[in-house]
């Protein structure tokens, strides 16, 4: 069913999601529990519950007294994300889902399942405030911040998904999380970095997905990324580079003209190094736009000899936009003279195209509500 993007803000945006034990840590979760004054370690019981069992629904605790359920699960569990709409394509292994927030706010996350692995991809603002003319996201501008339980229970309902056997190929779990659905993260900093946590402490404190399976991609905000250098995680770093020189990236990534791309290629060899981790470089190819030969060559060049690899990402031409994907000619082309420089470089798969759920394609849609309960 095809979607329609609005490209208007979506409604909500008005305030705080309620407390969540996702925002919180195992000892501040404990503080709650005793302040309703059950033992603290219903905390962890109730932790284990949600992100060992994927569940918060009280009547699923039948370790808790019965009496205790409710309040425990109101204190600290309030539903954060109702599913308005899913949609799937691959045989059912790529699927979408938009949630509407508490205050009415629409994002999205897509579960994709391959031989080797499940990757969620989720978001991290309702909307964007970065405004790359390429991405359907940044159209429409940012409505608000995700919380840090507003974005783990993205992963929560995938894995609860999996775990159910919901998605064709037995029952799974999720093995990798990518922050490329809609938002910055960088700009949603705080939230971010405590979900990073929480996705991968180990339960009961949080999911225990390996933080090397994290990739948090972003536009290039220089000093978020060095924080995020000095936090010494092992998650993977993905710059939207997009084009090698700063006359077309000030157009492509707005956001260039406040750092250039030397300035955002020397933070992203400072997180290299102080992680150990290979930087991914995002590359969208547009026909006649970025794929010039002369480009490949200047980017290879920047990136010849550092701990990197270059994604390139055909492009998704968004609704009523004039761009479109590289002639396949030039993409060959493209990625020869990146090899040439000796630079490893992958043509990112393009799944989910069929429902909007391709990379840079998650907009909040609204249409006539289908709603799917939980
Ligand atoms: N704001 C972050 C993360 C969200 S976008 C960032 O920019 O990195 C995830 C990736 O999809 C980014 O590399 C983004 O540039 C890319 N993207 C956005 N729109 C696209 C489109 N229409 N086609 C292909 N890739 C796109």
Redesign the pocket.
């Known amino acids: 069913m095809p979607l329609v993007l609005t490209g208007r803000r979506t409604a909500g945006g008005r305030g705080r999601p309620p407390r969540h034990l996702a925002d919180l840590s195992l000892a501040e979760r404990r503080a709650v529990v005793a302040g309703l004054g059950q033992p603290p370690f219903r905390a962890s019981q109730l932790s284990r519950h949600f992100f060992g069992r994927y569940t918060d629904q009280a009547d699923e605790m039948s370790d808790l007294p019965r009496a205790a359920r409710d309040p425990l699960a109101q204190a600290l569990l309030p539903r954060l994300l109702t599913a308005e709409r899913e949609l799937s394509c691959d045989g059912g292994t790529t699927r979408k889902t938009l949630w509407r927030t508490f205050d009415g706010a629409l994002v999205e996350s897509v579960l994709m399942r391959y031989p080797d692995r499940v990757t969620m991809c989720v978001s991290s603002q309702a909307g964007?405030g970065?405004a790359?003319p390429?991405?359907?996201t940044g159209q429409a501008g940012l409505t608000r911040n995700l919380s840090t339980a507003e974005i783990v229970a993205q992963v929560v309902a995938g894995a609860r998904l999996l775990a159910d056997g919901e998605v064709p190929g037995g029952p799974g779990r999720v093995s990798n999380v990518v922050?490329?659905?809609m938002?910055?993260?960088l700009a949603n900093y705080a939230s971010v970095l405590a979900a990073v946590r929480r996705l991968t402490d180990p339960v009961p404190e949080g999911m225990g997905i390996s933080q090397r399976s994290v990739t948090v991609?972003?536009?290039g905000l220089v000093p978020a990324i060095a924080r995020l250098a000095a936090e010494r995680l092992s998650v993977t770093l993905?710059v939207?580079l997009?084009a090698p020189d700063d006359e077309l990236r000030d157009t492509l990534v707005p956001v260039n003209r406040r750092w250039k791309v030397a300035e955002v290629l020397a933070a992203a060899w400072g997180y290299a190094a102080a992680t150990g981790r290979r930087v991914s470089i995002?590359y969208?190819l547009i026909r006649d736009i970025n794929d010039h030969a002369w480009r490949a060559d200047l980017l290879g060049s920047l990136l010849a000899g550092r701990l990197a690899h270059v994604n390139l990402?055909p492009?998704?031409?968004?609704p009523g936009s004039k761009w479109t994907a590289s002639r396949p000619a030039a993409q060959r082309e493209f990625v020869r003279r990146l090899q040439a420089h000796g630079v490893p470089v992958t043509v990112r798969d393009t799944r989910g195209r069929e429902i909007d759920g391709a990379?840079?394609?998650l907009a909040a849609s609204a249409g006539s509500p289908r709603p799917v309960g939980r």
Request: aromatic share 8%; proline share 7%.
């Open positions: 964007c970065m790359c390429f991405c359907a922050f490329m659905g938002g910055e993260p991609s972003t536009v993905a939207s997009h995002e969208a990402i492009l998704n031409p968004t990379c840079g394609q």
